[in-house]
Nanobody, 122 residues
């Protein structure tokens, strides 16, 4: 069955960095667009970034552009999110999600991981 397992979250000071990973299994990872979505306490889900099947095209929310980098290793069936210059407002539960349809503009997903917590605080 499809599984997405995130890791790499934690507590970091403002200005710090974290690298999130999402290990995929149960499907042909290289055939699917993937995204990162986050949810802060008391707020709805916020799309963060998307990447195409080959990893050569990406898109970012304005709130993270220039600070976060999405990437993937199809040989390892793994999605990444490198987060630099972290801010307290980046505090959230971060999920990786498999897109229902190809396209960087799509915001519908059919599978989600369990999430990994990122807390940015001094």
């Amino acid at each position: 069955q499809v599984q997405l397992v995130e890791s790499g979250g934690g507590l970091v000071q403002p200005g710090g960095s974290l690298r999130l990973s999402c290990a995929a299994s149960g499907f042909t990872f290289s055939s699917y667009y993937m995204s990162w979505v986050r949810q802060a306490p008391g707020k709805g889900p916020e799309w963060v970034s998307a990447i195409n099947t080959g990893g050569g095209s990406t898109r970012y929310a304005d709130s993270v552009k220039g600070r976060f980098t999405i990437s993937r290793d199809n040989a390892k069936n793994t999605l990444y999110l490198q987060m630099n210059s972290l801010k307290p407002e980046d505090t959230a539960l971060y999920y990786c999600a498999r897109a229902k349809e190809n396209g960087l503009a799509g915001r519908e997903y059919d599978y989600w991981g369990q999430g990994t917590q990122v807390t940015v605080s001094s």
